[in-house]
């Protein structure tokens, strides 16, 4: 997979799966795997070992990554989760929303 359609820092909703209906902004994307890494969504637990004397052992909760095409862009003036559509503005490919026209 070679693009996506969300970016980071666009707020999307999740799909399917265990965070379904979290809203979050996109933290990463990878276009090389085809995935994002969403806000408060999909937490796992991560093992840290201490590395030198005095560190602690610890569980961390952190986001992980979903597959980009389980997410879907949030409209901002619809405010739901909506299909995006390009349109070229003054020469510029910009993103649309398929419902309402709004420039995302």
Do not use: F
């Not at 619809?78 to 993103?95: E, F, L, Q």
């Amino acid at each position: 997979m070679e693009k996506l359609h969300i970016k980071t820092g666009d707020t999307v909703v999740v799909l399917s799966g265990e965070s379904k209906g979290v809203k979050g902004k996109v933290i990463a994307a990878s276009p090389e795997e085809g995935k994002v890494i969403v806000e408060g969504a999909n937490i796992v637990s991560k093992h840290v070992k201490a590395r030198r004397q005095g560190d602690k052992s610890q569980i961390l909760k952190t986001e992980g990554a979903i597959y980009a095409c389980k997410v879907q862009l949030v409209c901002p003036k619809c405010n739901k989760g909506v299909r995006v559509h390009h349109n070229v503005v003054n020469g510029k490919k910009v993103r649309v929303c398929a419902k309402c026209g709004a420039e995302i």
